[in-house]
C-alpha cells in the first residue's frame, strides 16, 4: 500500500495560542480539510516558517481533530528550535501542514482500556480518550510528568469521566515516581482489556511489559526522528521483535507493543 498517497499539503493559519504549562503550548491550527481526514494517534508535520536553512519539518501529534470547526489541537513542547519558532508564531499567521501521516489507534468496542502517558506523549493519549468516550468505552488514565509545572491532560481526561493518576518525577504532584508502578498496580487487577501507552521509550517498553504480564494487549505510539513523514528517508526505523524493521512514520507510530524490539 502507498501510504505517502494518503498525505497532503494543507495550508493552516494559527486560530489560538496558550501556554498551558511550563513551556508546554497549545496550539490550535485552522486547517479544515486536513482537521476532517485525521484519525487519533495520526500525526502531522509542520514546516515552520522563520529560519529558510531549517528545511526538516516538525512531526508532531495532536490531541484533537474538530472536524466541525476546523481546527486541529496541537499541544507540544518548546524544546528545540522548530518548535520554539512554533511557538512564537501568533493567531493569524501560518504555514504549510502535511498529514494525515502515519496509522494510529486501533479502537476497541468495548471491555475496559488503560491509558498511560508520560510527559508529551500525553496528546496522542487524549485524543483517544476522546473517541473512547464517544464509543462509550471506559477507561482510567495514568499521567506522568517531570514536575507539576510540566504536567498537561488531567482535566481534559477527567471531563471525559476518567479517573486520573497522576505521577511525578520529583513528588511534586500526585505519586512520586513514575507511571510503571501505578499502571502495573492497575493491570494486576485483571479489569483491563487493552493499554494505548506514549510517552519516554523506557517507559513504554515498561508498560510494554507489565501488559505482557498481565495477559493484557497494548498499543504503543513511539517517537522517532520522522524526517520526511511518509516513507522516503529512512530515518526512523523501528526494530521489531521478530527482526527487520518497520518505518515509525508509515507502519507506526502506533505498534503493537508485541512486534516491537524493545
Excluded at 64 to 82: H, I, K, Q, S
Excluded at 225 to 248: L, Q, S
Aim: charged residues 20%.
Amino acid at each position: 500500500m502507498d501510504h505517502s498517497a494518503q498525505v497532503r499539503q494543507y495550508d493552516f493559519t494559527v486560530a489560538t495560542k496558550t501556554e498551558v504549562a511550563r513551556g508546554i503550548w497549545r496550539m490550535e491550527i485552522a486547517a479544515p480539510e486536513l482537521a476532517a481526514r485525521l484519525r487519533p494517534g495520526q500525526f502531522v508535520n509542520i514546516a515552520v516558517p522563520g529560519d529558510p536553512s531549517q528545511i526538516v519539518r516538525v512531526p508532531l501529534s495532536f490531541a484533537y481533530a474538530d472536524a466541525d470547526r476546523g481546527t486541529v489541537e496541537l499541544v507540544f513542547a518548546a524544546v528545540g528550535d522548530g518548535t520554539r519558532r512554533l511557538a512564537a508564531l501568533e493567531a493569524g499567521e501560518g504555514s504549510t501542514v502535511l498529514g494525515p501521516c502515519g496509522h494510529g489507534w486501533r479502537f476497541p468496542e468495548a471491555g475496559r482500556v488503560l491509558l498511560v502517558a508520560g510527559g508529551v506523549g500525553a496528546p496522542p493519549v487524549v485524543a483517544a480518550g476522546r473517541e473512547l468516550a464517544k464509543k462509550d468505552v471506559p477507561f482510567t488514565a495514568v499521567l506522568g510528568a517531570q514536575t507539576a509545572d510540566k504536567l498537561w491532560g488531567v482535566p481534559e481526561l477527567e471531563e471525559l469521566g476518567a479517573q486520573v493518576v497522576v505521577t511525578t518525577d520529583d513528588g511534586s504532584r500526585g505519586v512520586h515516581g513514575f507511571t510503571t508502578q501505578p499502571a502495573a498496580e492497575l493491570l494486576a487487577t485483571g479489569e483491563y482489556t487493552l493499554v494505548m501507552t506514549c510517552g519516554p521509550n523506557p517507559m513504554m517498553a515498561g508498560i510494554a511489559k507489565a501488559a505482557h504480564e498481565a495477559g493484557v494487549a497494548c498499543q504503543a505510539s513511539l517517537e522517532r526522528m520522522m524526517t520526511c513523514g511518509f516513507g522516503a528517508c529512512h530515518t526512523c526505523n523501528v526494530a521489531m521483535a521478530a527482526g527487520g524493521y518497520k518505518f515509525c512514520c508509515t507502519d507506526g507510530p502506533v505498534f503493537d507493543a508485541e512486534e516491537v524490539a524493545w
